[in-house]
Nanobody, 119 residues
Framework: QVQLQESGPGLVSPSQTLSLTCTVS??????????WTWIRQPPGKGLEWMGG???????YYSPSLKSRTTISRDTSKNQFTLHLSAVTPEDTGVYYC???????????WGQGTQVTVSS
């Protein structure tokens, strides 16, 4: 069974870069057809897909966040990382990492981590 766990700071100052890491167990980042994605949920709003990295290392980003988002991976540690730059209070929310089949079916989720952007 694949398990995912998010880690990172719960509080980030405005204009700084938010960095979160997802540690994966029970499955390799290079497994064919699977993408490793970041999804967030602002308070009182729905889920928002932010982007992902494929089994081959290609990256895909939401157009609305592309200019501020970088997703990378470390296959030796079986981890992938989200960097979101120039954050504002609107970036506050619960951030999830997920294992996604062909970019359209989220098969496994992390438990989520709360991130608050505030001075």
């Amino acid at each position: 069974q694949v398990q995912l766990q998010e880690s990172g700071p719960g509080l980030v100052s405005p204009s700084q870069t938010l960095s979160l890491t997802c540690t994966v167990s029970g499955g390799a980042l290079t497994t064919n057809h699977y993408y490793w994605t970041w999804i967030r949920q602002p308070p009182g709003k729905g889920l928002e897909w932010m982007g992902g990295i494929s089994y081959g290392g290609s990256t895909y980003y939401s157009p609305s966040l592309k200019s501020r988002t970088t997703i990378s991976r470390d296959t030796s540690k079986n981890q992938f990382t989200l960097h979101l730059s120039a954050v504002t209070p609107e970036d506050t929310g619960v951030y999830y990492c997920a294992r996604t089949f062909e970019l359209n079916r989220h098969d496994d989720w992390g438990q989520g981590t709360q991130v608050t952007v505030s001075s």
